[in-house]
T-cell receptor
Framework: KAGVTQTPRYLIKTRGQQVTLSCSPISGHRSVSWYQQTPGQGLQFLFE???????NKGNFPGRFSGRQFSNSRSEMNVSTLELGDSALYLC????????????FGPGTRLTVL | EDQVTQSPEALRLQEGESSSLNCSYTVSGLRGLFWYRQDPGKGPEFLFT???AGEEKEKERLKATLTKKESFLHITAPKPEDSATYLC????????????FGAGTRLAVHP
């Protein structure tokens, strides 16, 4: 059974640009969550989608947004990139929303210059 | 404020030297406690889920336990391939349901 896939794996952008990251969950999983991981802040929750609806949102500015499609694939977008947005962005999927186990993808390493 | 704290921050062990990692949590509405292993440059790999105090789960050299205030990850006779960062996370409900991660314990096992 294929795991969570994320594309691209690496990205280099400059300040002020925008970026879109993609996540394909494990087949049959309907919930997708996004996290930002940095050395200083660790893993921080961005948002969670279930059945194309955003269920929960973490404490991040509005420049961070996401969406989920009918096939459960999800994208997250960061507009007007800042240097501090450099991080590993992780996507996790679970069968249902709630306290169900989340399985993580390999992440997208974003570097903002 | 909901908080998850892991200790120690880093741990160095000799191969075969057993030890425990600690995860203490101060959260309201704990729905589950998760342990993950993360290797450098990779996403976290799921290890265990614990739902209620007193629960224990084992997998090879790892055993996770849960009390009302903390969780332990016991590593018995570790091998160099157990070297990784171990993360614990609490799933909390109420308001925004979300997974709150600790900062992790970096484990190095030397032959």
């Amino acid at each position: 059974k294929a795991g969570v896939t994320q594309t691209p794996r690496y990205l280099i952008k400059t300040r002020g640009q925008q970026v879109t990251l993609s996540c394909s969950p494990i087949s049959g999983h309907r919930s997708v969550s996004w996290y930002q991981q940095t050395p200083g802040q660790g893993l921080q929750f961005l948002f969670e989608y279930f059945s194309e609806t955003q269920r929960n949102k973490g404490n991040f500015p509005g420049r961070f947004s996401g969406r989920q499609f009918s096939n459960s694939r999800s994208e997250m977008n960061v507009s007007t990139l800042e240097l501090g947005d450099s991080a590993l962005y992780l996507c996790a999927s679970s069968l249902i929303a709630g306290q169900d186990t989340q399985y993580f993808g390999p992440g997208t390493r974003l570097t903002v210059l | 404020e909901d908080q998850v704290t892991q200790s120690p921050e880093a741990l160095r062990l000799q191969e075969g030297e057993s030890s425990s990692l600690n995860c203490s949590y101060t959260v309201s509405g704990l729905r589950g406690l998760f342990w993950y292993r993360q290797d450098p440059g990779k996403g976290p790999e799921f290890l265990f889920t614990l739902y209620s105090a007193g629960e224990e789960k084992e997998k090879e050299r790892l055993k996770a336990t849960l009390t009302k205030k903390e969780s332990f990850l016991h590593i018995t006779a570790p091998k160099p391939e157990d070297s990784a960062t171990y993360l614990c996370a609490a799933y909390v409900s109420g308001g925004y349901n979300k997974l709150i991660f600790g900062a992790g314990t970096r484990l190095a096992v030397h032959p």
